[in-house]
């Protein structure tokens, strides 16, 4: 399960894009109901996961993966109050941004044909969870060593871009 989501998908990258621009607790704490909520899903529909509209998919990642790279761009001002202070929250918008991208993704179809499998889909849950959970705090290595040996403005950047070019990728190989 490990090594179906280190090599298909890029949500460590994400996660690391996140630490570098913001605090690693609350990108973590964004991201533990996120991968877990995926997870369940995988296991609890199964075969569905896998007949999910694509173009739906694609749309729904496309307008998270841009909603992140204007987040990750914004530099925090005084007057960030009210409401949408409150969604603009790392933790807010870690679990966004791992929730609503690559649905139907290698590491979910592993887990829903596992669940299937072993009829165990609370221990299918379970690992499946644990292993995007390492999966997570790497990229939050990443992430929080990146930001002591770079420039701030220059990870800005990055995650920006990186972002933006997932947006591109997902948009056109949907």
């Known amino acids: 399960m490990l090594l179906a989501e280190v ?46 509209p694509p173009p739906a998919i694609a749309a729904i990642s496309v307008v998270t993966w841009l909603v992140t790279a204007w987040v990750v761009w914004r530099r925090e001002t005084p007057s960030d109050t009210g409401s949408f202070a409150r969604i603009r929250h790392p933790s807010v918008i870690a679990f966004l941004s791992i929730a609503f991208t690559e649905w139907g993704d290698p590491g979910q179809l592993t887990a829903a044909l596992l669940a299937t499998h072993f009829r165990a889909p609370m221990l299918v849950w379970s690992a499946a969870t644990a292993a995007l959970l390492t999966k997570a705090v790497v990229g939050l290595v990443i992430g929080f060593t990146a930001r002591r040996y770079l420039e701030g403005a220059w990870l800005r950047v990055a995650a920006c871009a990186f972002c933006v070019v997932n947006a591109v990728v997902t948009a056109i190989w949907r």
Do not use: E, N, Q
């Open 7 to 52: 090599a298909g998908d890029r949500s460590i990258y994400t996660i690391a894009s996140l630490s570098s621009r913001f605090r690693a607790a609350p990108v973590l704490l964004g991201v533990i109901p996120a991968v877990a909520l995926k997870m369940l899903a995988a296991v609890l529909v199964a075969g569905a996961v896998s007949r999910l």
